[in-house]
Nanobody, 123 residues
Framework: VQLQASGGGLVQAGDSLILSCAASGHTFSTYVMAWFRQAPGKEREFVAVINRSGFRKNYADSVKGRFTISRDNARSSVYLQMNSLKPEDTAVYYC?????????????????WGKGTQVTVSS
């Protein structure tokens, strides 16, 4: 599966942004989907994950209550609604797909990655 993330940009602290990730292929609904991010000089870190049906989700503590992951299997897309953005949310955001049914937070569990989209939050 090929993934393409979009929706990043430059926003101010407190603003909202929604990221989208479009997947190619006809088997999108069989993948667990996740968002990760990587800030300059830091390791790539887990942000959010959603199961195949969309009913189970998990979030990093740093974004819990502010970010919401969702998916539309009919559109082969996964989304990340980001509210109350903070400067520390500045990073390149990546979407990823995992063919196993587990809601993993580890980068190594994911088989496919999209090119990232830059999110910059100014204070």
């Amino acid at each position: 599966v090929q993934l393409q993330a979009s929706g990043g940009g430059l926003v101010q602290a407190g603003d909202s942004l929604i990221l989208s990730c479009a997947a190619s292929g006809h088997t999108f609904s069989t993948y667990v989907m996740a968002w990760f991010r990587q800030a300059p000089g830091k390791e790539r870190e887990f942000v959010a994950v959603i199961n195949r049906s969309g009913f189970r989700k998990n979030y990093a503590d740093s974004v819990k209550g502010r970010f919401t992951i969702s998916r539309d299997n009919a559109r082969s897309s996964v989304y990340l609604q980001m509210n109350s953005l903070k400067p520390e949310d500045t990073a390149v955001y990546y979407c990823a797909a995992d063919a196993t049914p587990y809601l993993s937070v580890a980068t190594g569990a994911y088989d496919y990655w999209g090119k990232g989209t830059q999110v910059t939050v100014s204070s």
